[in-house]
Structure formats: structure tokens, C-alpha cells
């Protein structure tokens, strides 16, 4: 019973660490294909990447 449980958790494992390397893979090929464009896909009415980055770094450590 023991090693019934125990190969199945290395089957999972093994299937998630597939997963993960498929998606670091189709990544990087997508990385490498794109030219980028130097724009940003979302602004959130931000005029800058820093503006968003301290206002989103202010209210995480507001409850800390």
C-alpha cells in the first residue's frame, strides 16, 4: 500500500516538473521570435512602470 502511494506521488511530481519545463520552453521561444516593442500591454492609468511599482509596493506594506 505504502509503495502504491508512493509511486504515485513520484508520478505526480515527475508530470508537474514536465509541465513546468514545457511552459519554461514555450517561453523562451516566444521571448526569443518577438521582437519587443517597448510599450506596455496595460497602463492601469499609471504615467510610468516605477509610479506602479511604488503605489503597488505603498499598499502591500500598508497592512504589514
Known amino acids: 500500500m505504502a509503495t502504491a502511494a508512493k509511486a504515485r506521488s513520484s508520478n505526480r511530481l515527475l ?3 514536465l509541465v513546468g519545463a514545457a511552459v519554461s520552453v514555450s517561453l523562451g521561444v516566444s521571448a526569443n521570435v518577438h521582437d519587443p516593442t ?4 496595460v497602463s492601469l492609468s499609471f504615467t510610468g512602470s516605477i509610479n506602479l511599482k511604488v503605489w503597488f509596493g505603498t499598499a ?3 497592512p504589514a
Open 15 to 17: 508530470v508537474y516538473l
Open 38 to 41: 517597448g510599450q506596455a500591454l
Open 60 to 62: 502591500a506594506s500598508a
